[in-house]
């Protein structure tokens, strides 16, 4: 776990998120973040997270290796907080559901845990974007985040591409997120043109079909709380 060395675990999530309290028992979010781990372990690959578990452990790591660092558990955070904030609200015991507000606080409306929670998730997608970023910035790291493969075959070869057709506001989780179902809308091109990955790259047409035809498909099959607001 990236978190809770020295048992200050809530203490590094005020840090990082500046809004989960830091007096929290950190048992009470650790599911949260262990949860919040395994979701950014599968988009970075083991190795890079097996890096970064090292990097936490030293008590004077490199200005690069804090960088690393830093990137990778602020999404963690942020999902690990958002994740706790779901549940917190309401306790559960033998009566039933129950919520305890005390006599200077008062119960939110649904909208506005609605719109909170939105926010959260955004806040997530952002701190995503911005581990990506700091990867996709050192070569030997990026080449073992599992999409990158999966991203050098797709006609489609970078956010800022994808963007020619349709915006996304340079979110490379969005690009990550669709860029399976833009796979299956390729190898269907090429099924039927009979022409090349390299003849489809250079196809304006090809690549447009291949953007259009994966974002239908992922807003059938999908949740728009999946995506970032730019979707």
């Avoid at 005390?102 to 506005?112: A, G, H, R, T, V």
């Avoid at 909170?116 to 955004?122: G, H, K, S, V």
């Avoid at 073992?144 to 006609?155: A, Q, T, Y």
Wanted: with cysteine; proline share 3%.
């Amino acid at each position: 776990m990236l978190f809770n060395k020295n048992g200050k675990g809530s203490q590094e999530l005020y840090e990082i998120t500046g809004t989960f309290a830091a007096a929290t028992q950190f048992a009470s979010v650790a599911n949260d973040v262990l949860d919040a781990e395994r979701a950014v372990k599968e988009l970075i690959g083991e190795e890079i997270y097996n890096e970064v578990a090292t990097i936490y452990q030293k008590d004077t790591p490199s200005a690069d290796e804090k960088a690393l660092l830093d990137a990778v558990r602020r999404p963690i955070a942020c999902r690990a907080v958002q994740l706790h904030a779901l549940l917190s609200g309401v306790s559960h015991g033998e009566g039933g559901r129950k919520i305890k507000v005390d006599e200077n606080e008062k119960i939110p409306f649904e909208w506005m845990i609605d719109r909170d929670d939105r926010a959260m998730r955004e806040r997530y997608f952002r701190a995503v974007d911005g581990m990506f970023a700091l990867l996709a910035s050192k070569a030997d790291l990026w080449k073992k985040v599992p999409m990158s493969e999966m991203m050098s075959s797709c006609i489609v070869q970078s956010v800022n591409q994808f963007e020619t057709v349709f915006p996304i506001d340079g979110s490379q989780y969005t690009f990550f997120k669709i860029l399976p179902l833009m796979m299956d809308a390729q190898s269907h091109l090429l099924a039927r043109t009979g022409k090349s990955t390299t003849d489809l790259q250079k196809d304006r047409r090809a690549v447009t079909y291949v953007v259009l035809s994966a974002l239908a498909v992922a807003m059938s099959r999908w949740s728009l709380s999946v995506f970032p607001n730019v979707v």
